[in-house]
RNA sequence: GCAGACGUAGCUCAGUUGGUUAGAGCGUCGGAUUGUGGCUCCGAAGGUCGGUGGUUCGAAUCCACCCGUCUGUACCA
């Protein structure tokens, strides 16, 4: 005999991809389920587009080639057309929305929920596919629409069992960073490449923290965080007074005003409030709104931006939305291609800790904004629009870390054994375990899960173990002797479990059949009720 | 992409200065036990030492390249 095994296929997952669990699966659905409630409420709609597009509908070909750009997974169609996978959720909507523009009524107010692939490098947690889950109003220019789509995400997160101030959402407008830098000398198409840099430098406060930002705004940083460790980024090359400029708009600019001067007509329920020197202060987004606008008052874009800053706070405080959950924040960068307006990014507040004990750094959950010229590339009609993507993968872990995950509460199934195996016999076993399946009651609107086993039947042994290890509830047995009583027993393999540690000899441990009880027949269902009820208690008092 | 660390059985890891047939624990499978899970005992299977090439009488061990994993960093629509 040759050596087969050398032609063995390797079984192996694509890197950055994976397989999901059954327990994934489900507590991802429960999410889904949470997000999908609130998105109603708010008068949202679903639509689906599929996992391809043509490449050029997502904008994604490198500049100076006819080739996609290499952070999307893409291939030739028959007739030589690029064709991409899908890496966000909103360009493909502006693409449905730009198709059927003469059948939807605008504004158009639609969610959804699906894969997105990036082939970009993967980590712990940070995968090639991956669930977004988007909102978006198509169609409506006012900073209203803004305004609802961040209320309508601090209450999923909040939907999703994440507590009041243990999120927050923030806020920022691309025209006042955008204003910023015209007014320090970077405007005008020669300065692109310096703005892109300036505004991935400020993307970074929450990791290297200021003084890591002024480097990179200024002439770089070293990888290790002090000279000569690991690569060198190159920095944006502003000089200390352009660099004074940038940080004193992004680093730490929320302002706050006392509680007894600002409070008199004001709200405060759901004020961010701190306390120094005895004194209470409460995060005001007006004010740190109204400061910036006192020291950009020469620059028109940044005063635009600035206002319709101040406009999405007001909105959102009269409908009761304060600091606490919707935070200007002038340091929000989020993407850097599409966005024109006001853009919004969701971060948790808590430490997330992984499966070996570790704090990890999780930033945003979600994000999005105002994308004005997206449908406006298909229709040359323009088409104000503004939305809101949750990273669904990224934030089942967090809450799994957090606990606030359902772990698993599926009940596996109740197992009939099979002690004979011709077909009458089998028909009978198929019969128990449809009896269960096909019960109703206000406990079990679905019936009651059951299987009847269908391994190796001969080796009886093997069906309990098979049980055990599946983490069956009961099992159902009847051989020819309860047969001819009319009877059948039921294991609790739980109950059977606990007790066994009680046994050492393993003759005793057979036949003494611990935790099982002998039954009519026909009161399976009514038995197999009971002693599921009897666990279920149990569970719930191991719970508290 | 760049820099560094690592890669031995399904899993966790030993393996001496380069030296015969590469080991252990756990897990898996079979048996003790043909109608009862766990425990115990006995037995077995499982490895191209990440891959390819090179140095050598001889390579898991040394060298080169590649692949993969991890860490940092870049990019992230």
């Known amino acids: 005999m040759a050596k087969v095994k050398n032609n063995k296929l390797k079984a192996r997952l694509p890197r950055g991809f994976t397989d999901r669990s059954a327990a994934d699966i489900r507590a991802t659905d429960e999410m889904l389920s949470k997000i999908r409630t609130v998105f109603e409420r708010y008068g949202f709609d679903p639509v689906e587009t599929p996992a391809f597009e043509y490449t050029d509908c997502l904008g994604k070909f490198l500049p100076d080639t006819d080739r996609p750009n290499a952070g999307v997974f893409s291939v030739q169609d028959d007739d030589e057309q690029w064709m991409s996978l899908r890496y966000d959720l909103t360009a493909p909507l502006a693409r449905h929305v730009a198709e059927n523009i003469n059948e939807i009524q605008l504004p158009y107010r639609t969610y959804r929920a699906g894969y997105v692939y990036r082939n970009e490098k993967p980590g712990p947690g940070r995968f090639r596919q991956f669930m977004q889950f988007d ?3 198509v169609g409506a220019a006012g900073v209203q629409a803004d305004a609802e789509i961040c209320m309508m995400a601090a209450d999923t997160m909040e939907a999703l069992g994440i507590a009041r101030g243990a999120y927050v959402i923030r806020v920022n407008n691309r025209k006042v960073l955008d204003g910023v830098m015209e007014a320090i000398g970077l405007g005008g198409e020669e300065n692109a490449e310096r703005r892109l840099t ?4 400020i993307d970074k406060l929450d990791k290297f923290g200021p003084e890591g930002v002024r480097l990179l705004l200024g002439d770089g940083r070293w990888d290790g965080g002090e000279e000569g460790k690991g690569d060198f980024t190159r920095g944006a090359r502003l000089d200390d007074e352009q660099v004074d400029t940038v940080m004193k708009f992004t680093a730490g600019v929320t302002h706050g005003l006392p509680t007894s001067k600002g409070g008199s007509d004001r709200d405060l329920g759901d004020m961010k409030t701190w306390s120094i020197d005895g004194e209470e202060y409460f995060t005001d987004n007006r004010t740190t709104c109204l400061t910036l606008l006192h020291s950009v008052r020469d620059n028109p874009l940044a005063k635009e931006g600035l206002n319709e800053l101040l406009q999405i706070a007001s909105l959102a405080e009269s409908a009761g939305y304060g600091s606490r959950r919707i935070l200007i924040d002038p340091s929000v960068v989020r993407g850097l291609e599409y966005y024109t307006g006001p853009v919004y990014e969701a971060e948790l507040l808590f430490d997330v800790t992984n499966e070996k004990g570790e704090v990890v750094q999780f930033g945003s959950v979600g994000g999005g904004g105002r994308y004005d010229g997206l449908v406006k590339r298909f229709t040359g009609r323009d088409v104000p629009a503004t939305g809101f993507s949750i990273g669904v993968s990224r934030l089942a872990t967090a809450l799994k870390n957090l606990g606030k995950l359902g772990t698993d509460d599926v009940v596996p199934p109740v ?5 004979d195996g011709d077909t009458e016999a089998l028909g009978r076993y198929q019969k128990m375990a449809q009896a269960l399946r096909d019960h109703r009651s206000d406990d ?20 309990l173990k098979y049980a055990d290890r599946r983490g069956c509830p009961l099992a159902i047995i009847q051989g020819s002797d309860e047969r001819e009583a009319g009877e059948i027993q039921i294991k609790d393999l739980i109950e059977g479990k606990r007790l066994s540690g009680e046994i050492t000899d393993n003759v005793t441990w057979r036949e003494s059949r611990p935790a099982q009880v002998t039954v009519k027949e026909a009161e399976l269902v009514e038995r197999v009720k009971a002693m599921l009820a009897e666990q279920a208690e149990d569970r719930a008092k191991a719970g508290n």
């Open 444 to 463: 079990y609107p679905n019936g009651i899960r059951a299987e009847m086993y269908q391994g190796n039947w001969k080796k009886f042994g093997n069906q």
């Open 135 to 137: 909102a978006d109003t």
């Open 198 to 201: 300036v505004l991935r430098a």
């Open 415 to 419: 197992l009939v054994t099979v002690m």
